[in-house]
T-cell receptor, first 111, second 113 residues
């Protein structure tokens, strides 16, 4: 069973700050997802990583497979970034059809 | 054009009733999923279907029966609803498996009274 730990659980920042959210997992995986859940409840996929680093606009995601760790960075944070950010991993236990989720990080960006 | 749609968005019902939630994707994906998000916002997979075939059943009670009439649809039928079934249920799809981007439906908030 893969344990997925996210930190911090809650994060409050001022607009413009650089944000980092961390995700660690216990068992080797094939892919890691970063998801964003808006206050209204909808879930959007931000990144899917199997190695290295990806960038999309102000968002950067990195993964270190050896250390079983991933980070999500937000540069120049904005109040519209306020959401729950969820890390999910897949491929452990030989199943390609199952994601295991972290408990999420609630980010609040104040103007 | 919604990629993954679910109906209904809200469902309020009494304990013991039977209800269904429908999910459709127009992305041409091969795999569809049902996830449950509890009151603490924790997401957990319930089922995975690939090309209408059940792949994952994550120790979900028999009262939950998914049905996939074709690869664009994955419906969830729940018998004898219990208070603990109250949650938000999300449908999702991906091209093949979890190594592809997941596309989520808007969710169905189920409240069992």
């Amino acid at each position: 069973k893969n344990e997925v730990e996210q930190s911090p659980q809650n994060l409050t920042a001022q607009e413009g700050e650089f944000i980092t959210i961390n995700c660690s997992y216990s068992v080797g995986i094939s892919a890691l997802h970063w998801l964003q859940q808006h206050p209204g409840g909808g879930i959007v996929s931000l990144f899917m990583l199997s190695s290295g680093k990806k960038k999309h606009g102000r968002l950067i995601a990195t993964i270190n497979i050896q250390e079983k760790h991933s980070s999500l960075h937000i540069t120049a944070s904005h109040p519209r970034d306020s959401a729950v950010y969820i890390c999910a991993v897949g491929g452990s236990g030989g199943s390609n059809y199952k994601l295991t989720f972290g408990k999420g990080t609630l980010l609040t960006v104040n103007p | 054009d919604t990629a993954v749609s679910q109906t209904p968005k809200y469902l309020v019902t009494q304990m013991g009733n039977d209800k269904s939630i429908k999910c459709e994707q127009n992305l041409g994906h091969d795999t569809m999923y049902w996830y449950k998000q509890d009151s603490k916002k924790f997401l957990k997979i319930m089922f995975s279907y690939n090309n209408k075939e059940l792949i994952i059943n994550e120790t979900v009670p028999n009262r939950f029966s998914p049905k996939s009439p074709d690869k664009a649809h994955l419906n969830l039928h729940i018998n004898s609803l219990e208070l603990g079934d109250s949650a938000v249920y999300f449908c999702a799809s991906s091209q093949l498996d979890f190594t592809d981007t997941q596309y989520f439906g808007p969710g169905t908030r189920l409240t069992v009274l």
